[in-house]
């Protein structure tokens, strides 16, 4: 099981991006979905997340400019990002908790992280 995030890249403030991560192998079921971020000398911390009902959270910091959505047919999740501000600037990992075909266990799972530039 593997995660492959996309979608970063540098904008203006005010700008928008929007960004994607497909998990893909044997999986059998994907529980919690979500996005994580890391700035320079910060910890990770979340962005927002997503149940498999599709019951969100998101952080202060971003609610009601950012927007996560799923696709569970193409195991995807993404994150749509209005509004950015330099202090959204970071490296974005997306998560998932997925059970496998093989295993009867749940297992987080993170992508390795897309870069998100906010400057003008």
């Known amino acids: 099981v593997q995660l492959q995030a996309s979608g970063g890249g540098s904008v203006q403030p005010g700008g928008s991006l929007r960004l994607s991560c497909a998990a893909s192998?044997?999986?059998?079921?994907?529980?919690?979905m979500g996005w994580y971020r890391q700035a320079p000398g910060k910890q990770r911390e979340l962005v927002a997340t997503?149940?498999?009902?599709?019951?969100?959270n998101y952080a202060d910091s971003v609610k009601g400019r950012f927007s996560i959505s799923r696709d569970n047919a193409k195991n995807t999740v993404d994150l749509q990002m209005n509004t950015l501000k330099p202090e959204d600037t970071a490296v974005y990992y997306c998560?998932?908790?997925?059970?496998?075909?093989?295993?009867?266990?749940?297992?987080?799972?993170w992508g390795q992280g897309t870069q998100v530039t906010v400057s003008s």
């Open positions: 998560k998932a908790v997925i059970r496998s075909r093989y295993s009867p266990s749940w297992t987080a799972y």
């Open positions: 192998g044997s999986i059998f079921s994907i529980d919690f």
């Open positions: 997503i149940t498999g009902g599709g019951s969100t």
